[in-house]
T-cell receptor, first 113, second 113 residues
Framework: GESVGLHLPTLSVQEGDNSIINCAYSNSASDYFIWYKQESGKGPQFIIDIRSNMDKRQGQRVTVLLNKTVKHLSLQIAATQPGDSAVYFCAENNAGANSKLTFGKGITLSVRP | DGGITQSPKYLFRKEGQNVTLSCEQNLNHDAMYWYRQDPGQGLRLIYYSQIVNDFQKGDIAEGYSVSREKKESFPLTVTSAQKNPTAFYLC????????????FGPGTRLLVL
């Protein structure tokens, strides 16, 4: 698989390979994180979430890893398929009186057949 | 079939015209949100509502207005004061305010004639 930070716009992977999408967050008080997938012309779709009391959470073909020490979040997609092609972005939430989700700009995942 | 609906899918605005974007949810969520998405940028919060009959300005509220008279509905009006309204508008809802997943509608694309 390939790893790339959200400061790069595109990640290209071969169908069947694993994909790793990384996200660096800045607020050490953030306690809840979400990964979304957005296909062209559609609204973002929830993929998986994780709270700060966990380091890892698995879903169907996806795994989210949280490293609070370095404020880093990653999304791993196993056996990437053409239908996984989309923009992926992370969001962080700092629970509190005025908490709002802060969204990253997103990265385009392109799956080569 | 529960979810969030937005209408219309495409909307055209003439100079000096106010237009209203519809957002309805049947998820029984207390909190609702409006975001603006521009190419290559993250989602920016326009307005949010933690509970019915209450709403707050987000980061880019100028030129927009909202109402929350019913729990299920959170319409957004783009006024003539918004000088650059062309964008993809996304409505979202969450069970409660703060620390919860936001679920998004399909979006409305607003274009200026």
């Amino acid at each position: 698989g390939e790893s790339v930070g959200l400061h790069l716009p595109t990640l290209s992977v071969q169908e069947g390979d694993n994909s790793i999408i990384n996200c660096a967050y800045s607020n050490s008080a953030s306690d809840y994180f979400i990964w979304y997938k957005q296909e062209s012309g559609k609204g973002p779709q929830f993929i998986i979430d994780i709270r700060s009391n966990m380091d890892k959470r698995q879903g169907q073909r996806v795994t989210v890893l949280l490293n609070k020490t370095v404020k880093h979040l990653s999304l791993q997609i196993a056996a990437t398929q053409p239908g996984d092609s989309a923009v992926y972005f992370c969001a962080e939430n700092n629970a509190g009186a005025n908490s709002k989700l802060t969204f990253g700009k997103g990265i385009t995942l392109s799956v080569r057949p | 079939d529960g979810g969030i609906t937005q209408s219309p899918k495409y909307l055209f605005r003439k100079e000096g015209q106010n237009v209203t974007l519809s957002c309805e949810q049947n998820l029984n969520h207390d909190a609702m949100y409006w975001y603006r998405q521009d190419p290559g940028q993250g989602l920016r919060l326009i307005y949010y509502s933690q509970i019915v009959n209450d709403f707050q300005k987000g980061d880019i509220a100028e030129g927009y207005s909202v109402s929350r008279e019913k729990k299920e509905s959170f319409p957004l009006t783009v006024t003539s004061a918004q000088k650059n309204p062309t964008a993809f508008y996304l409505c979202a809802s969450s069970k409660i305010w703060a620390g919860e997943t936001q679920y998004f509608g399909p979006g409305t694309r607003l274009l200026v004639l």
